[in-house]
C-alpha cells in the first residue's frame, strides 16, 4: 500500500550485530505496529506506538526495541541479532473503523 | 489474554466451488473486532473483511461473507465462487480497543489456513 513503506525488503545479517528497520507512513496515523510472522505462529506483536516517542511492548518483545521520534517514522531494532529473530517482519498502520494497513514486509536473516 | 484459533492448516477447493474457513477465538471482552486477512504469495496482507462484535448482522464483501457466532466465539469466512487467485494463506484476527470508544488495539492472529484453490 502506498501508505506505508518498509525498508530494507531483505536483509542478511550476522549474529551478534545490530539491525534497525524502518517503517514510513504518509497517512498521519496516531498508531503504529510492529508484527513478526513465524510458521505455525501466524503475526505476533513486538511493540506499537500510540504517538510520537510513546510505545509500548507487545507479546514477543524481548531482544526488540523501537524508537517514534516523528509520526510518520517508527523505527525497530535489533540489538545484537540471533538466529532466533529471523522471520518476516511487518509494521501497520490503521484502526479498526476503517481497517489495518501493512507494509510489505522485511525478511531478515540471521546467520 | 486472547487466543485465536485456526483449525485447518491446509484446505483444498475446486474453481467456482464454495470453501468454509474455520476460526474460534477466546475473550471474555464484550465489545471487539475482527478480522480475515489474505496472504498470497508476493507476502502483502491484505484486508478481506472485518466483523464488529456489536453488530449481529453477518458482514459481506462480494464473494467473501463470515459466519459470527458470537456466543460460540466463531468467526468463519466462506468463500463463494472461488478463484484461482483466492489462492494464499488466511488469517484470522482478533482486536480489542485499547481504550473506551475508540478503535485502536492490537491485532491477535490465528496461526493461518493455506487455501489452494484448483482449477
Known amino acids: 500500500d502506498a501508505g506505508i513503506t518498509q525498508s530494507p525488503r531483505h536483509k542478511v545479517t550476522e549474529t551478534g550485530t545490530p539491525v534497525t528497520l524502518r517503517c514510513h507512513q504518509t497517512e498521519n496515523h496516531r498508531y503504529m505496529y510492529w508484527y513478526r510472522q513465524d510458521p505455525g505462529h501466524g503475526l505476533r506483536l513486538i511493540h506499537y506506538s500510540y504517538g510520537v516517542k510513546d510505545t509500548d511492548k507487545g507479546e514477543v518483545s524481548d531482544g526488540y526495541s523501537v524508537s517514534r521520534s516523528k509520526t510518520e517514522d517508527f523505527l525497530l531494532t535489533l540489538e545484537s541479532a540471533t538466529s532466533s529473530q529471523t522471520s518476516v517482519y511487518f509494521c501497520?498502520?490503521?484502526?479498526?473503523?476503517?481497517?489495518?494497513?501493512f507494509g510489505s514486509g522485511t525478511r531478515l536473516t540471521v546467520v | 489474554a486472547q487466543t485465536v484459533t485456526q483449525s485447518q492448516p491446509e484446505m483444498s477447493v475446486q474453481e467456482a466451488e464454495t470453501v468454509t474457513l474455520s476460526c474460534t477465538y477466546d475473550t471474555s471482552e464484550n465489545n471487539y473486532y475482527l478480522f480475515w486477512y489474505k496472504q498470497p504469495p508476493s507476502r502483502q496482507m491484505i484486508l478481506v473483511i472485518r466483523?464488529?462484535?456489536?453488530?449481529?448482522q453477518n458482514a459481506t464483501e462480494n464473494r467473501f461473507s463470515v459466519n459470527f457466532q458470537k456466543a460460540a466465539k466463531s468467526f468463519s469466512l466462506k468463500i463463494s465462487d472461488s478463484q484461482l487467485g483466492d489462492t494464499a494463506m488466511y488469517f484470522c484476527a482478533f482486536m480489542k480497543p485499547l481504550a473506551g470508544g475508540t478503535s485502536y488495539g492490537k491485532l491477535t492472529f490465528g496461526q493461518g489456513t493455506i487455501l489452494t484453490v484448483h482449477p
Open positions: 501497520a498502520i490503521g484502526a479498526a473503523n476503517y481497517g489495518y494497513t
Open positions: 466483523q464488529e462484535a456489536y453488530k449481529q
